[in-house]
């Protein structure tokens, strides 16, 4: 599992509808209770297709798990819809933390999550 955690401002829902449009989709909306029961949901969900992603947006009481049925570099897509260069964005392969606690801190935007 790696992450891409995204530190250029970016329009949430550009983000969302982009990934949308090649991927079936199913959101865990959660409050201040039940975050971790719903992320625990989500890393369940996100394990067990062999094609899926998450994404964990800022401001955004979501996570989104996106499927499909084959293999798609949605990265190669959404590097040439938002420009990114390599200051924008910071591969993670360690940490499984990582990606939610720097866009909770407010130190990225968003962060998908390729399973």
């Known amino acids: 599992m ?8 970016i329009e949430p829902y550009k983000l969302l509808e982009t990934i949308k449009e090649d991927y079936q989709y199913k959101d865990f909306t959660f409050d201040t209770i039940s975050k971790s029961m719903e992320k625990k949901k ?3 969900e996100l394990g067990q297709s062999q094609y899926s992603i998450g994404l964990y947006m800022k401001n955004v009481n979501k996570y989104y798990l996106f499927t499909r ?13 938002f420009s990114f260069e390599q200051k924008d964005f910071i591969i993670e392969k360690d ?3 990582a ?6 801190m407010g130190k990225a935007e968003a962060s998908i999550i390729i399973y």
């Open 99 to 104: 990606p939610f606690d720097m866009v909770d």
């Open 69 to 81: 049925n084959d293999e798609f570099d949605i990265w190669a897509k959404l590097q040439n819809i």
């Open 2 to 9: 790696k992450s891409i955690i995204i530190t250029k401002w």
């Open 42 to 44: 989500f890393f369940k």
């Open 95 to 97: 940490s499984i933390s």
